[in-house]
């Protein structure tokens, strides 16, 4: 079945740092691509999406490109602050039947920005 | 606009028992899904309702199910509790002609003893 691979937590990176968290996947046909952040203690919050081949998903800062020709999605930022640490979600939207979709998650990464 | 409610926020239960969950979707939104967290992991797919029905289930037994109101609310059961049943537990509203994604509430942490 579908499935989602990410990078290997955890992250601690400092104030400002340049920030990659790889995603890759596995997917018949043409999934839609998400990234959600999980704040301590909370539920997750969609931070962006990206739907086709070559799109750019982007929100505060965060960017991710639909990558067909290496299943990738990573998820970057150029400058972190402490605010964004959190566990970040890499998903796919998998195709159910009578056009039902469910998300299929990684196992995310835990992301903390020293000051 | 109100996003997605659930409640309770936390249960403590015992080994055996039955819990149920609440849902309230957000506005204009007529899905709803569950998923189980479990600590350390990613969200795990239970089942998702539209319609009132039960559209697809994950790989979860029979001893969770669920259910759907005509007001698109929903609830999650879950008999005979099992210590490995503890974790958080996320209900996520969609439209259904939206593009994949869904919007998820803050959960009900559930504990198991």
């Known amino acids: 079945g579908n499935s989602v691979t990410q990078m290997e937590g955890p992250v601690t990176l400092s104030e400002e740092a340049f920030l990659t968290i790889n995603c890759t996947y596995t997917a018949t046909g043409y999934p839609s691509l998400f990234w959600y952040v999980q704040y301590p203690g909370e539920g997750l919050q969609l931070l962006l999406k990206a739907t086709k081949a070559d799109d750019k998903g982007s929100n505060k800062g965060f960017e991710a490109t639909y990558r067909k020709e290496t299943t990738s999605f990573h998820l970057e930022k150029g400058s972190v602050q402490v605010s964004d640490s959190a566990v970040y979600f890499c998903?796919?939207?998998?195709?159910?039947?009578?056009?039902?979709?469910?998300?299929?998650f990684g196992q995310g990464t835990r992301l903390t920005i020293n000051p | 606009d109100a996003g997605v409610t659930q409640s309770p926020t936390h249960l403590i239960k015992t080994r055996g028992q039955q819990v149920t969950l609440r849902c309230s979707p957000k506005?204009?939104?007529?899905?709803v899904s569950w998923y189980q967290q479990a600590l350390g992991q990613g969200p795990q797919f239970i089942f998702q309702y539209y319609e009132e029905e039960e559209r697809q289930r994950g790989n979860f037994p029979d001893r969770f199910s669920g259910h759907q109101f005509p007001n698109y609310s929903s609830e999650l059961n879950v008999n005979a509790l099992l210590l490995g049943d503890s974790a958080l537990y996320l209900c996520?509203?969609?439209?259904?002609?939206?593009?994949?994604?869904?919007?998820f509430g803050p959960g009900t942490r559930l504990t198991v003893t």
């Open positions: 996520a509203s969609s439209p259904i002609a939206g593009g994949g994604e869904q919007y």
């Open positions: 506005s204009g939104h007529d899905t």
């Open positions: 998903a796919l939207s998998d195709l159910l039947i009578q056009g039902a979709q469910k998300l299929v």
